[in-house]
Every structure is written in structure tokens, then in C-alpha cells.
């Protein structure tokens, strides 16, 4: 195994911290500023951060997240890690201000894989442009749905239309003021075999019969692009809606969801570096009984297991990327279980201390570590939780001892 950094991405790593010092880091006071002043629209979409997208594509730093050199500048996942972990360190910001933020860039590399020239000319080029948003529809109120051979909407042809009718949630970036088109995952053909049961379906947000009903908080928080429950009564579309073929929809997922999930865990990574230089400023500042808390050996403890947890998780992260590059996702499928489960749970348990660290106001608005410990959280529950991926990897395991019970 190989983890040295390549040339380009030491040039792209270099280039994306100057970015964040100069422009990601001094604008996040503006955004806040910016959100609380439109306090009545969590929706809101802040002038700050159509000014930093401009910047970031000035800056050569655009859809880094794309291995496809005709959309972005092609980098590998062992490159594009260590990079999406420096914007995890600002992740209202920065993955955005990139166009490197989910579900946007799933599905932009669903379109790329799977679409159709009319969807790559009319979602795919604006995406990538970074002029719309995109939302992804598959987790269901009414099921488990862990288990996507579980999901209940129901797509029905009907002549040269498909017709969809089912209700989904957590459909995060429905609400984002830009979001204009949805990918919709529901089932076809309920007689197939339980993994052929399933299509998507491209679906612009403005077709009839398509409702938001509301927006789900995350631990009291209202994300700026919503986490949505949408309804879908009669929704029309037509047949050239679809991606790929019928009862493609369980492997499109599937293909969806690998590289996301390293995604995520490197910028759960960046989160949590950033929280121990919190933790560590805090100790050396935060006076105790006449002494800074940095003197308190449990302190001193937290923030020593605290590097060696990281230095671990990432090892892991890119070990993972590395082998999905040289050997494909398939062949992966245990590492990028194992990051999934580790980096949450890795950021968290850094994030806690860091909060534990700064007594009251860890809790509180002044300092981003409550909210980090919001959206880490959710990651033990989004793109599969920690008992899904546990499963995957006992399977993978088992796998090297066929059963014979004759012996």
C-alpha cells in the first residue's frame, strides 16, 4: 500500500488551505450573521456563500469530489481524502462553496454513470455548474428502511408514463432554495427477485403531485437544505425518467453510496481535528483551581487518545480509498463498511471531549461543537447504520469458513 501524497494533490492540498485561511474560516461569522438575520426562513440561502462558490471556481477548486476528468479535474479517492477532510473542518461551508457537498455529489455521478443524454444536459451540466440543487429520495417513514428491499413507493407504467405514488424522508436538500430535481428510488416490479425489485427515476421537484409536507430537525436544528418528508400522489413522468433499466435501482444505490461514504468520513475526520485544536486551546486557556486545565491529567489523556484515535481512522479512511482505487468498491466492500462505523464514532467521541472540555459553552451556540456533535451523530444512521454495516462486514468475514457440518 501507497499513501503518499501525489503531486497534484499536495499542489490541490496546499491551494484548498489557502482557501480555507483567507475565505472559508473569516466568512463563517458572516454566514451566521447572515442565517440569524433571516431567522424566520431556515431555508434561507446566504449571499456569503454565492460569493465564496465564486471564489472556490476562480480558484481552480471546483467538483474536486468528480473521478471524471470531464466534469472535474479527475482525481482518485486516495487524492480527493485528504481534501474532503480539510473541509470537514467547515462543513456549512466549505463542501458547499466546492460544489463538492451531498447529496448533490451522489447524484451527479449517478447522472454521469447512469443517465441519459437528455439528463445529463438538462440536471447533470447545471449541477455540476453548481447552478441548481439536487435532492435523493429512498429512506421511507413507514419501513426499515436499512434494508432498501423494504421500500414500499410504488413506481407503474402506464403506457409511455411512469406513475409513482408513496411517501419518503429524510430527503435531505428538498428544501434548499436551489433544489430543482430529485432522484426517486421505488419499487417496480414486486414479483422480482428481492434486489431486482427496484428502479429510479429522475424527477423534477415542480411535477404535480409531488409535496413536501415538512421539514425534519436534526436534534432541534433546521438545516439550511432541509431534511425533507415528501409525499408522491399520481406523480407522472415520463418513461425517459429512468436511470439505467428496470430493477436497477438496488445496484445503483449501492454504486451511489461507496464513494459518499468515504466522503463522509474524511470530513467526519476534519471535524474532529478540528474540534481537538478547540479542545486544546480551551485546556491552555481554562483556568481550574489554579491551574490550566491542560495541567489535569485526564485532559492530558483526552487529548493524547484523541490524536491516536485519528491517526488510526485515517490510516483505516485511506487504506480504504486507496484499495478502491487500485482493486474497485466491490473488493472494498469491508473496508468502506469499517470506516463508516469508525470515523462517526471516532469524530464523536472527540467532539464530546471537546465539549466536556469547554463546560457550558460547549453546549451552547457560542462555539460550533454542539452542532458538529448533530451532524456527526446522524452519521451513525445515514448512507446505512453502524448495525448494517456491522453485518456486512460478519458476512465478509464468514465468508472464509464455508460451512461444513460433516466435519
Not at 471524471?68 to 482518485?76: D, F, R
Not at 427515476?201 to 425534519?216: A, F, H, M, N, Q
Not at 489554579?290 to 483526552?302: A, C, F, K, V
Not at 490524536?307 to 473488493?331: C, F, P, Q, S
Amino acid at each position: 500500500m501507497d499513501f503518499e501524497l501525489t503531486d497534484r494533490c499536495l499542489e490541490f492540498q496546499q491551494r484548498l488551505q489557502g482557501f480555507m485561511d483567507e475565505r472559508i474560516y473569516p466568512a463563517e461569522a458572516v454566514y451566521r450573521q447572515q442565517m440569524d438575520a433571516a431567522s424566520e426562513d431556515p431555508n434561507h440561502q446566504p449571499q456569503v456563500v454565492e460569493e465564496l462558490k465564486e471564489e472556490a471556481r476562480s480558484r481552480g477548486l471546483w467538483n474536486l469530489f468528480h473521478p471524471h476528468a470531464e466534469w472535474g479535474p479527475g482525481l482518485k479517492n486516495a487524492e480527493y481524502a485528504p481534501l474532503a477532510e480539510i473541509t470537514g473542518r467547515s462543513m456549512h461551508l466549505a463542501p458547499e462553496a466546492m460544489n463538492c457537498s451531498a447529496p448533490d455529489t451522489g447524484n451527479m455521478e449517478v447522472l454521469t454513470l447512469y443517465g441519459t443524454e437528455e439528463h445529463k444536459e438538462k440536471w447533470l451540466k447545471p449541477l455540476l455548474a453548481g447552478e441548481i440543487r439536487s435532492s435523493f429520495a429512498m429512506t421511507e417513514p413507514q419501513v426499515a428502511s436499512s434494508d432498501a428491499t423494504n421500500i414500499e413507493t410504488r413506481i407503474e407504467r402506464d403506457g409511455d408514463e411512469f406513475v409513482i405514488n408513496g411517501r419518503k424522508w429524510w430527503t435531505s436538500n428538498a428544501l434548499h432554495k436551489h433544489c430543482r430535481v430529485l432522484i426517486v428510488m421505488g419499487k417496480t416490479n414486486p414479483d422480482a427477485p428481492p434486489h431486482k425489485q427496484q428502479s429510479m427515476l429522475v424527477v423534477p421537484l415542480d411535477t404535480p403531485g409531488v409535496e413536501i409536507l415538512r421539514s425534519l430537525p436534526v436534534f432541534g436544528y433546521q438545516d439550511r437544505e432541509g431534511h425533507a418528508e415528501v409525499e408522491f400522489k399520481d406523480v407522472r413522468v415520463p418513461r425517459g425518467a429512468l436511470l439505467a433499466n428496470e430493477g436497477d435501482g438496488f445496484a445503483i444505490s449501492q454504486a451511489r453510496l461507496g464513494p459518499g461514504r468515504i466522503h463522509h468520513c474524511m470530513r467526519s475526520i476534519g471535524a474532529a481535528e478540528r474540534a481537538l485544536d478547540l479542545m486544546c486551546e480551551r485546556a491552555q486557556r481554562r483556568v481550574t483551581f489554579g491551574q490550566p486545565l491542560s495541567e489535569r491529567s485526564n485532559i492530558q489523556d483526552w487529548i493524547a487518545e484523541s490524536r491516536i484515535e485519528l491517526e488510526m481512522v485515517r490510516l483505516l479512511t485511506m487504506k480504504t480509498a486507496w484499495l478502491m482505487d487500485t482493486v474497485g468498491n466491490r473488493h472494498a466492500r469491508t473496508e468502506i463498511a469499517a470506516i463508516k462505523i469508525a470515523a462517526p464514532q471516532v469524530a464523536l467521541k472527540v467532539i464530546d471531549r471537546a465539549i466536556q472540555v469547554h463546560g457550558g459553552a460547549g453546549v451552547s451556540g457560542d462555539f460550533p461543537l454542539a452542532e458538529m456533535y448533530a451532524q456527526l451523530r446522524t452519521l451513525r444512521l445515514a448512507d446505512g447504520p453502524d448495525e448494517v454495516h456491522k453485518r456486512t462486514i460478519f458476512r465478509n468475514e464468514m465468508r472464509r469458513f464455508p460451512s461444513d457440518r460433516g466435519t
